[in-house]
């Protein structure tokens, strides 16, 4: 990083500046931007750019029980509910192309326990009102 610390030396790391620096997340980097993390760009970050948990002595002694409270979460929804799909919508209004197989895929799935007849939400970009679309069964 370009800064010299004496050996013994003390040293704190302010991990929310950690991550909204702008160097590693753009100007941007205070907005609140998911897509960050998709089609390979959080395997692109630079080391240890992205420390949810902190690190070392002084890491999260919660971290394995949140990711294990968030998969008995997912499960309990995804065990209790019909899936839908959630996609932003396209420029022209229409679904996205990968919408019916993400569906086909969600209703293999459970296709053992009962017959499912999955909905397709459209979801609009961020802050946009959500507006549903009932199509006919998509599998």
């Excluded at 941007?28 to 692109?44: I, N």
Aim: charged content about 25%.
């Amino acid at each position: 990083g370009g800064y010299h610390v004496a050996k013994g030396q003390p040293l704190v790391l302010l991990f929310t500046q950690l991550h909204r620096d702008p160097k590693v997340w753009g100007d941007d980097a205070e907005e609140f931007r998911p897509e960050r993390m998709l089609d390979g760009k959080f395997e692109a970050l630079p080391p240890n750019a992205w420390k949810p948990f902190g690190n070392g002595k002084r890491a999260c002694i919660g971290r394995g029980f949140a990711i294990q409270e968030a998969l008995l979460a997912l499960a309990i929804i995804l065990s209790t509910t019909k899936p839908v799909a959630i996609c932003t919508a396209s420029y022209e209004g229409k679904p996205c192309d990968n919408a019916k197989d993400f569906v086909d895929a969600i209703s293999a799935m459970d296709a053992a326990t009962a017959p499912i007849k999955p909905k397709l939400c459209i979801a609009g970009l961020y802050n946009a009102p959500f507006e549903e679309y009932a199509l006919a069964d998509l599998s």
